[in-house]
């Protein structure tokens, strides 16, 4: 049985919502983190090693970081293909794509949240008006980020989208807009939002 330890409304929601889509059974177990406002602390039953959410225990294996459990997720749960598996076609994109999440996007946002210049030919992201444009692209192609199957990619960059959606970190995009729409539309999302809680 998966356990997902999860902080109500952070980056585990996601999570739930994705095993909501596997069809997976699981269990939440509710952690304290460290906030920005330096109050909370890290809960030691939390195996991440820095106390960050998500991270699960699939029967005492370990998967933490949030590309790593995406995929660790849509392998084990086949049935439900929400992610080519190995030999099949879009694995190579599917890979990357969840890498460039943690990779790539998430720094170019952080970048812009903290004003600061991403070094060309140094860091290993770019600036996030050049990483946004690769992405929309991509989805131009879709409706989804491999195309026509929503897979657990669209579930990590559908809820980010959702969240910056109304904030000046994204300039506006109707691609971006009907992208976020299919994606919090879909009825596994809402079963998420109703069990954040924990
Ligand atoms: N790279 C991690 C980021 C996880 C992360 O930073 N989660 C936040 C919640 S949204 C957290 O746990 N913050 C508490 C802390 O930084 O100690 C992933 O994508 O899974």
């Given at each position: 049985m998966i356990t997902l330890f999860h902080r109500p409304q952070?980056?585990?929601?996601r999570f739930i919502f994705l095993l909501e889509e596997l069809g997976a059974p699981y269990r939440i177990h509710v952690v304290t983190t460290r906030n920005r406002d330096g109050s909370g602390a890290v809960d030691?039953?939390?195996?991440h090693p820095h106390g960050k959410v998500p991270a699960i225990s699939d029967d005492g294996n370990v998967v933490f970081e949030s590309p790593a459990i995406a995929l660790y997720l849509t392998d084990k749960y086949p049935?439900?293909?929400?992610g080519p598996l190995p030999?099949?076609?879009g694995r190579g994109a599917y890979l990357s794509w969840l890498s460039y999440y943690t990779g790539v996007l998430e720094p170019a946002f952080m970048s812009k949240f903290m004003n600061t210049e991403v070094p060309r030919g140094t860091a290993g992201w770019v600036a996030v008006e050049e990483a946004m444009p690769a992405v929309i692209r991509q989805l131009s192609a879709g409706p989804y980020l491999l195309g026509e199957h929503f897979t657990a990619a669209d579930v990590l960059y559908g809820t980010t989208f959702a969240m910056f959606s109304?904030?000046?970190?994204l300039s506006p995009s109707p691609v971006i807009d009907d992208y976020v729409k299919q994606v919090i539309s879909r009825p596994a999302h809402a079963r998420a939002q109703a069990r954040d809680k924990g």
């Amino acid at each position: 049985m998966i356990t997902l330890f999860h902080r109500p409304q952070s980056r585990s929601t996601r999570f739930i919502f994705l095993l909501e889509e596997l069809g997976a059974p699981y269990r939440i177990h509710v952690v304290t983190t460290r906030n920005r406002d330096g109050s909370g602390a890290v809960d030691p039953a939390n195996p991440h090693p820095h106390g960050k959410v998500p991270a699960i225990s699939d029967d005492g294996n370990v998967v933490f970081e949030s590309p790593a459990i995406a995929l660790y997720l849509t392998d084990k749960y086949p049935q439900a293909a929400l992610g080519p598996l190995p030999g099949e076609p879009g694995r190579g994109a599917y890979l990357s794509w969840l890498s460039y999440y943690t990779g790539v996007l998430e720094p170019a946002f952080m970048s812009k949240f903290m004003n600061t210049e991403v070094p060309r030919g140094t860091a290993g992201w770019v600036a996030v008006e050049e990483a946004m444009p690769a992405v929309i692209r991509q989805l131009s192609a879709g409706p989804y980020l491999l195309g026509e199957h929503f897979t657990a990619a669209d579930v990590l960059y559908g809820t980010t989208f959702a969240m910056f959606s109304q904030s000046l970190m994204l300039s506006p995009s109707p691609v971006i807009d009907d992208y976020v729409k299919q994606v919090i539309s879909r009825p596994a999302h809402a079963r998420a939002q109703a069990r954040d809680k924990g």
